[in-house]
């Protein structure tokens, strides 16, 4: 039954979720068609009014998990509940109502407006669509949201390359809170702006986030911005999930080998901890995901991998309090020294 409520003590909540592409080359007979595994088996929970942070390197499939959770495109199995609804099973009518309470920022400012459009006709956009304001009405409500992310409410008559990269993911932004959302998929909204607006952006989401009582998932790939801005951190390697916990207890003490890593590449702007600082340095280059290493996916890469790792797939399980990964040698290896993450500008 699509809509279905049930129970539940997460806003968002995936078991086992995948999302698969099928790739086809060549003409029949001769067609190969390959299966890309995106996201392939992610099990992740987010809290009613939390800022989760997703990080991982270019292609470990944090954007596809982004839009599967918001059914941008379709998952290929698993569960997912908004809220204790089935988001998977819903029909087009409970699905057009669950988009009021799920939306999106996207990443890139100047591809994700529509340039023929102005800035009012934009925001304007989910509120004709959801029949919720029309006429002055709909104009009064867009020269509010253009006030709450901080633009002079008067630049509704403008077009979008009429403003800087800043200014146009304030307007992204607006979009996004104009049906009043409960939950919004950040996708790396500030990895296109310069250091300088980054920090603004970053402000200004928090602040919507306490005002309006919101819930995000913040996905970037810059460990600094997500440390600033994030309650919880999960780390993405090659379509799964490999480590979850609390900002500061991953920061300072990473289960993961692969999460060492990314911490241990984070530059220091002190030149005396910089120089003391363990390096971890990664060999090889990511697998495709097409053909996924058996075992632990990270194991071709891990400089601390044994024969387990390379025919046993480990499982995502507590291993410490709040803080779960997916690694055989957590218990075996003695904790790296600590990585220090300056914390965005």
Do not use: W
């Not at 702006?193 to 790939?221: G, K, M, P, W, Y």
Request: proline share 8%; with cysteine.
């Amino acid at each position: 039954m699509s809509g279905t409520t049930l129970a539940g003590p997460h806003l968002v909540d995936a078991s086992g979720l995948k999302t698969h592409f099928t790739s086809r080359r060549g003409l029949p007979p001769l067609r190969h068609t390959t299966v890309i595994r995106a996201v392939d088996g992610v099990d992740i929970t987010i809290a009613r009014g939390e800022t989760l942070g997703l990080v991982g390197e270019s292609g470990c499939g944090k954007s596809t998990l982004g839009r599967s959770l918001l059914r941008l495109v379709e998952p290929t199995a698993g569960s997912l509940t908004f809220d204790g609804i089935d988001v998977i099973g819903a029909d087009d009518g409970s699905l057009r109502r669950l988009r009021r309470r799920m939306q999106m920022v996207f990443q890139d400012p100047y591809g994700s407006l529509d340039p023929r459009m102005t800035v009012e006709q934009a925001i304007g956009e989910p509120l004709r669509i959801h029949a919720l304001a029309s006429g002055a009405k709909r104009s009064s409500r867009v020269r509010e949201l253009l006030g709450q992310v901080g633009l002079d409410p008067r630049v509704g008559e403008r077009y979008p390359h009429e403003f800087s990269g800043g200014q146009r993911q304030r307007i992204g932004i607006a979009r996004a809170l104009a049906v009043e959302p409960e939950f919004i998929v950040c996708d790396e909204p500030v990895s296109a702006l310069d250091v300088s607006i980054q920090a603004q952006v970053l402000n200004l989401l928090d602040r919507l986030r306490a005002e309006l009582r919101l819930t995000f998932l913040f996905v970037a790939h810059d460990l600094s911005v997500v440390r600033h801005i994030s309650h919880r951190v999960a780390v993405m390697y090659l379509g799964s999930v490999v480590e979850v916990a609390s900002r500061d207890r991953l920061y300072a003490e990473p289960l993961h080998p692969y999460t060492r890593a990314l911490l241990s590449a984070v530059p220091v702007p002190n030149p005396r901890m910089e120089k003391g600082r363990q390096r971890m340095i990664l060999k090889g280059d990511v697998p495709s995901p097409a053909r996924p290493p058996s075992g632990c996916r990270f194991h071709t890469r891990c400089p601390l991998a044994i024969e387990r790792c390379s025919v046993e797939v480990p499982i995502l399980e507590e291993k410490r309090p709040g803080h779960v990964a997916a690694c055989h040698l957590v218990d075996r290896v003695p904790p790296a020294s600590r990585p220090t993450v300056a914390a965005a500008p």
